[in-house]
């Protein structure tokens, strides 16, 4: 069973450039969010989808956006990058609504921005 | 105060120890309580979730939750150099939100 998979794994993208990630869930899960994680901050949570839903949406500026498709692969798209969104990028997905069973992450792309 | 503490450690241990990580939390709308694992360059992997106060145990982890306190804890026995990751505790409602995270070395 394949599990979450992220790409690009590695990113470098100069200040005021936008970003695509891309994430595939787990087959048959639904729930799909979106994760921050930095030495300092720890994991931040972004957003969550739910059958092409945003569900739920973390204290991240406006620039940060995503959406889900109907076959639950998810994209976040982070425009006008600034130095401080330097961080590995996470996403996980779920089999429950109400994520009882816990998240599967996949391994994260990681953006630097220069 | 942020809704989920957990000590950064590090923590190092020798090989064999038992090893206790601890989370507490500060909203009682938290309803189910697990534990993450992650080594350098992968994202977290679940290790243990639960939803009620008390006890679970899973071959050498055992995971403990006190609802009435906001305390949880995960007790690692027999550690192995293997175990040797980051260690998250994560909580939900709305939405997952995680601890710091504890970094975990067994020496051999």
């Known amino acids: 069973k394949a599990g979450v998979t992220q790409t690009p794994r590695y990113l470098i993208k100069t200040r005021g450039q936008q970003v695509t990630l891309s994430c595939s869930p787990i087959?048959?899960?639904?729930?799909v969010s979106w994760y921050q994680q930095t030495p300092g901050q720890g994991l931040q949570f972004l957003f969550e989808?739910?059958?092409?839903?945003?569900?739920n949406k973390g204290n991240f500026p406006g620039r940060f956006s995503g959406r889900q498709f109907s076959n639950s692969r998810s994209e976040m798209n982070v425009s006008t990058l600034e130095l401080g969104d330097s961080a590995l990028y996470l996403c996980?997905?779920?089999?429950?609504?109400?994520?009882?069973?816990?998240?599967?992450f996949g391994s994260g792309t990681r953006l630097t921005v220069v | 105060q942020k809704e989920v503490e957990q000590d950064p450690g590090p923590l190092s241990v020798p090989e064999g120890a038992i090893v206790s990580l601890n989370c507490t939390y500060s909203?009682?709308?938290?309803?189910?309580f697990m534990w993450y694992r992650q080594y350098s360059r992968k994202g977290p992997e679940l290790l243990m979730y639960t939803y009620s106060s008390g006890n679970k145990e899973d071959g050498r982890f055992t995971a403990q939750v006190d609802k009435s306190s906001k305390y949880i804890s995960l007790f690692i026995r027999d550690s192995q150099p293997s175990d040797s990751a980051t260690y998250l505790c994560?909580?939900?409602?709305?939405?997952?939100?995680f601890g710091a995270g504890t970094r975990l070395t067994v020496k051999p």
């Open positions: 994560a909580m939900t409602f709305k939405d997952m939100r």
């Open positions: 909203n009682s709308a938290f309803q189910y």
């Open positions: 087959s048959g899960h639904r729930s």
């Open positions: 996980a997905s779920s089999s429950s609504r109400d994520r009882i069973n816990g998240y599967t």
């Open positions: 989808y739910f059958s092409e839903t945003q569900r």
